[in-house]
């Protein structure tokens, strides 16, 4: 995988190419990753702000920024009027299934907890946290908190997410002089941050499981 992303990488067209296609390409994987929280859209983010730091348009970073930004939140809206849905159906929906199924009990106790008493900056955090913002989002739906509501906090939640991985792709660009070594650095970094809250609670699992389980 790493071997293909250099190769496309080095392979970059001109940047008026890159503009034309990139920046709808980065639209619809953000927002795919919104409805379908399997995309890695904050790698993705990364590797675009890479390309755009090593661009000559003074705007590309700020192109990249609002792009991302306004995709990760339509996204969001649109996934959670879709779990709306699903709340007010006595069937329910695959949506709403779908998010159940991604949230533990005990995580969807614990956002339902932080909700009630922080609700945007919450929202926000849970953009920010790794893994954290299906289970907030989930907690809103139960709660029956307005679309409106939801969206005021989400708004200021996609920014700072788009901000933070956009500045990790800088950093990335800044360190490497060629594009494709930037855009490995930026993606290594996002996958390693996605999986530390996840291995972190693995180890605390281990540490707390009584001697002799297992």
Request: proline fraction near 8%.
């Amino acid at each position: 995988m790493i071997e293909r992303l250099v190769t496309v990488v080095r392979e970059l067209p001109p940047e008026s190419t890159q503009q034309a296609v990139g920046y709808p390409s980065l639209f619809l994987l953000v927002a795919l990753g919104a409805l379908v929280p399997v995309v890695p859209t904050g790698a993705i983010v990364s590797s675009a702000a890479v390309v755009a730091f090593h661009q000559t348009t003074p705007l590309s970073l700020l192109f990249v920024f609002l792009t991302a930004s306004g995709a990760a939140f339509l996204g969001d809206l649109a996934l959670y009027w879709l779990g709306q849905r699903g709340v007010r159906s006595r069937n329910g929906s695959r949506w709403l299934a779908a998010l159940r199924g991604r949230v533990t009990p005990e995580r969807l106790a614990h956002a339902q907890d932080r909700l009630d008493s922080h609700q945007v900056p919450v929202l926000v955090l849970s953009r920010l946290v790794p893994a954290g913002r299906i289970p907030v989002m989930l907690a809103c739906l139960l709660a029956g908190m307005p679309l409106r509501r939801f969206a005021r906090g989400d708004l200021p939640a996609c920014l700072a997410w788009a901000a933070t991985y956009q500045l990790i792709g800088i950093l990335g660009g800044s360190l490497f002089p060629e594009p494709w070594q930037g855009v490995v650095a930026a993606v290594g970094l996002t996958v390693l941050i996605s999986a530390a809250p996840a291995l972190w609670r693995r180890l605390r699992g281990a540490r707390h499981e009584p001697p002799g389980a297992g």
